[in-house]
């Protein structure tokens, strides 16, 4: 929806753009890391997983987190992933992951191949 909202005139950018933003929950880091890990080309699986286990050793543990669209969406983006800037946004592992081993999870990322 993103790349097909970029050939709208400036006028309907400026209209149609705050509305994606603001229901853009599926940019949300967590929903990000688990499309990459199930991602059709093995490099991005990869990079999913290297992202979640950063996120693991990070390990917020009673911290509360608050599920909220990143504060700023990359409108302009080809891939899926790069939709947000993972250097400034907060990663914390998707808690669908939080029972699975990291062996299970390189087990995973490795057994989707083609």
Partial sequence: MLV???YLSP??????????HRNAYIAHPE????????????HIRELGLRRVMKARA???SGK???FKVPAKLNFDAVEYFDMVD???????EP?????????ELKDLVMQRRN
């Fill in 58 to 60: 990070a390990h917020h």
């Fill in 11 to 20: 006028k309907h950018k400026r209209i149609v753009d705050p509305v994606l």
């Fill in 86 to 92: 993972w250097t400034v946004c907060p990663i914390s």
């Fill in 64 to 66: 509360i987190r608050r």
């Fill in 31 to 42: 929903n990000l890391l688990l499309a990459m890990m199930t991602d059709h080309r093995q």
């Fill in 95 to 103: 808690l669908v992951l939080k029972a699975m081993t990291d062996a």
């Fill in 4 to 6: 097909k909202s970029r």
